[in-house]
């Protein structure tokens, strides 16, 4: 039971360094820390349907995670994000003279 409390504290840490560091995968970590703590107290703390809400939000966020920097990565290639004097078609607001 000390061992899966360890393993579970472990894997929080990670999941919260995994909120910093891109290459970590932070909340399945965390999860994944959720489920030990709760065998480690015989599913005691946590309901059943708490780590089903957990486990859909933890989909969710990790889908997230992957779709939102390509559709961003997508939009800066086309130049959507672009200033409109680092675009393409170099269209010029026409300047008043001032006399």
Same mark, same amino acid.
């Given at each position: #039971? &000390?061992?899966?409390?360890? $393993?579970? !504290?472990?894997?929080?840490? *990670?999941?919260? *360094?995994?909120? !910093? *560091?891109? %290459? *970590?995968?932070?909340?399945? =970590?965390? =999860? ?8 480690? @107290? @015989?599913?005691?703390? =946590?309901?059943?349907? =708490?780590? &089903?809400? #957990?486990?859909?939000?933890? $989909?969710?966020?990790?889908? $997230?995670?992957? !779709? ?6 997508? /939009?800066?290639? +086309? %130049? ?11 269209? /010029?607001?026409? +300047? /008043?003279?001032? @006399?």
């Amino acid at each position: #039971m &000390i061992v899966l409390i360890i $393993l579970g !504290v472990i894997c929080l840490l *990670i999941g919260i *360094i995994g909120c !910093v *560091i891109p %290459g *970590i995968a932070g909340p399945p =970590f965390s =999860f994944l820390a959720l489920i030990l703590l709760s065998i480690a @107290r @015989r599913w005691e703390p =946590f309901s059943v349907q =708490f780590l &089903i809400i #957990m486990a859909v939000i933890t $989909l969710v966020v990790t889908a $997230l995670d992957y !779709v939102v920097p390509a559709a961003g990565a997508k /939009r800066i290639v +086309r %130049g959507d994000c672009l200033l409109p004097s680092l675009r393409d078609d170099h269209r /010029r607001i026409p +300047r /008043r003279n001032h @006399r």
